[in-house]
Nanobody, 122 residues
């Protein structure tokens, strides 16, 4: 089992940047693929990015491709989401998740953090 804690959210102006972190407990972090999802009020949870266990494979949603970068440091049990050129439509609660494979569907992930709010003002 793994516990996930996100941090780094906040309020930023459009065009700005933020880096989210997700710290995992336990010794098996490197055995999990990791994903970032987001959910805005009244909308379904949306895939943002995913990274393989080694970090050698990444996948992004079309809406963030070229602006966001997912990475991981298995020595620190942490996955990151570097967000740049932020837009008001990026406003949401961002969640990290751990699962067996990189997957764009949220139901494929077994463990979730509590989420961190990102608000982008216009």
């Amino acid at each position: 089992q793994v516990q996930l804690v996100e941090s780094g959210g906040g309020l930023v102006q459009a065009g700005g940047s933020l880096r989210l972190s997700c710290a995992a407990s336990g010794r098996t972090f490197s055995s999990y693929a990791m994903g970032w999802f987001r959910q805005a009020p009244g909308l379904e949870r949306e895939f943002v990015a995913a990274i393989s266990r080694s970090g050698g494979y990444t996948k992004y949603s079309d809406s963030v491709k070229g602006r966001f970068t997912i990475s991981r440091d298995n020595a620190k049990n942490t996955v990151y989401l570097q967000m740049a050129s932020l837009k008001p439509e990026d406003t949401a609660v961002y969640y990290c998740a751990a699962g067996s494979y990189t997957n764009t569907g949220w139901r494929a992930y077994d463990y979730w953090g509590q989420g961190t709010q990102v608000t982008v003002s216009s």
